[in-house]
């Protein structure tokens, strides 16, 4: 018995140790990026995704920096990557987009956002969405509709938030800037409609990148639960409009119908459904953390919350009628404004990964891609680049004075290239509106929380709860 036991546990063990030398050294044809890929199966996830305070690059990232250089190797949420601080490298994988990379998210993400989503379509069906995501939420339609809505929508959510003792800034930004989309999108109306669009959308961040575990209790499945009921309220919303063709709500939805009737349209219901859903959760999680960035940055910094008062004062002085609304002219006026949201963003890193998949092996500095793995671009690892932002720790907005015609190449707040951010103008005015009624009318000061947490994402672990009040009173 015993000669059969060891033979056994003899064999075990040559697969479990061939196992993981394969873990170890994946399969490539040339030489890998340094870097080490962790235990196997999680690889390095839990290294990866573990919580820091400061706003400074995470320690995970800095340590294999110093150890490997700017590019190596790693594996999270059960997938080989790369993770690139290069930014010549990172300039590369803009331009080849949709050729030599592809936006991909991991499994749990692709999975989530599905197939016929904006963000997994490719090629010319990708660059017909976004048209018409643009023709939504660009200059165009902002300048000559949507700004005096989103204005009284924000002067009546900071009304609102004055009548109380106090308002948690992200929660309450999140739900104006979650209310103003959907309205724009499906005319959804959380007062009159019964089921709770929003809810679905709660805890969403936490599984998006994940292992892609379909198990009640996984974050990944809370995820796809919560899709699925978005997806079933957008259809319902969709299925009512088509019985009543002739009347427009001026959204969105009026937009999309329009297509989808067009003989020979590339345009699928299922593509509507879910460019609707993407668009809401870019739309509302990215925007209010930003502007809870900017407040906390700005309460901190007195000299910047000055001259960003003295801004919007002027503005206010120069007109005719000072009630009135905020013109497309005044808002390209304020360029104070705009350095503290460009700083804000650089500093705080609201989007603090972007990923590709490589599409063929990838030579680069002597080593090999394989095709197939992930490549991260880390935004952080530029923007905190003293070689790059002097001081890079510093919250200082008059750095982007007189860089305003060069700050692309080293700036990646809204991404880069064909994939950058659609909807970056309709944040940056909803932002600056906000900050345009918040110095203006009201003083405030935070009184609880404020601490930001990042994993690498961030977070507010106990909130940022503020008290406002008007001016003068
Ligand atoms: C301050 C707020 C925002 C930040 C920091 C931000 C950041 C980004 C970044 C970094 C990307 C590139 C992702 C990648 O390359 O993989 C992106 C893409 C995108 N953003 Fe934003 N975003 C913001 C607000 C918005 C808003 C308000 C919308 C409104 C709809 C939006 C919609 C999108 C969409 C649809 C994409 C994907 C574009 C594509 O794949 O072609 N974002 N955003
Ligand atoms: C897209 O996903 C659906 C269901 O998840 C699947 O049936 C279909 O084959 C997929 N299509 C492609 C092109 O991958
Ligand atoms: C689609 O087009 C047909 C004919 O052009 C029209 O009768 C119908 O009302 C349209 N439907 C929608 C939803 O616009
Ligand atoms: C802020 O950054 C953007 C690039 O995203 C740039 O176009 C703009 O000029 C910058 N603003 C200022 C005031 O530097």
Not at 14 to 35: A, E, F, H, M, S
Not at 365 to 382: D, E, F, R
């Amino acid at each position: 018995m015993w000669p059969l036991f060891l033979f056994a546990i003899a064999i075990l063990t040559l697969c479990i140790t061939d196992c993981v030398y394969r873990w170890r050294n994946p399969k490539c044809n040339g030489k890998l990026p340094p870097g080490s890929m962790g235990v196997p199966l999680i690889g390095e996830t839990l290294q990866f995704f573990s919580t820091y305070k400061s706003n400074d690059l995470s320690p995970f990232i800095k340590q294999r920096m110093k150890r490997y250089g700017p590019l190596f190797r790693t594996s999270l949420v059960g997938r080989p990557v790369v993770i690139s601080i290069d930014q010549e490298f990172n300039n590369f994988i803009f331009q080849q987009e949709g050729k030599l990379f592809q936006l991909w998210y991991m499994d749990s993400f692709m999975k989530i956002f599905g197939n016929q989503s904006l963000l997994a379509l490719q090629g010319y069906i990708h660059k017909y969405l976004r048209s018409l995501v643009f023709n939504l939420l660009g200059p165009q339609t902002l300048k000559e509709k949507l700004l005096s809505e989103m204005e009284l929508a924000t002067m009546k959510h900071l009304q609102l938030w004055s009548n109380q003792d106090s308002v948690e800034l992200k929660e309450a930004a999140a739900t104006m800037v979650f209310n103003l989309a959907a309205k724009k999108l499906i005319s959804y109306d959380e007062e009159k409609c019964s089921q709770k669009l929003r809810e679905n959308f709660a805890d969403f961040r936490q599984g998006l990148i994940s292992f892609p575990l379909n198990i009640p209790g996984t974050p990944f499945y809370k995820c796809l639960q919560g899709k699925k009921k978005a997806i079933t309220l957008i259809k319902n919303t969709l299925d009512e409009r088509r019985t009543s063709p002739n009347k427009h709500h001026g959204d969105f939805m009026d937009l999309v119908l329009d297509e989808l009737n067009k003989t020979n349209s590339i345009l699928t219901e299922d593509m509507v459904l879910h460019l609707i859903f993407v668009l809401i959760f870019a739309t509302y999680e990215s925007t209010s953390t930003s502007m809870a960035l900017i407040v906390k940055f700005v309460t901190d910094h007195p000299p910047v919350l000055e001259e960003l008062t003295k801004e919007h004062e002027t503005i206010l002085q120069k007109r005719e009628n000072v009630d009135s609304r905020i013109t497309w002219e005044e808002f390209k006026s304020m360029t104070f404004t705009s350095m503290v949201i460009n700083e804000s963003l650089r500093l705080g890193n609201p989007a603090p990964l972007i990923l590709r998949k490589t599409m063929a092996d990838i030579h680069i500095k002597g080593y090999t891609i394989p095709a197939g793995w992930a490549v991260m671009l880390c935004p952080p690892a530029v923007h905190l680049d003293p070689t790059k932002f002097a001081d890079p720790l510093t919250f200082n907005p008059w750095r982007w004075k007189g860089i305003e015609s060069n700050p692309g190449k080293n700036f990646m707040g809204f991404g880069g290239g064909a994939r950058s951010c659609v909807g970056s103008d309709f944040a940056k005015v909803q932002i600056t509106f906000f900050l345009h009624h918040l110095v203006t009318k009201y003083r405030w000061k935070i009184i609880q929380g404020g601490d930001i947490l990042r994993d690498p994402g961030v977070k507010f672990p106990n909130g940022l709860h503020f008290q406002i009040l008007e001016k003068h009173k």
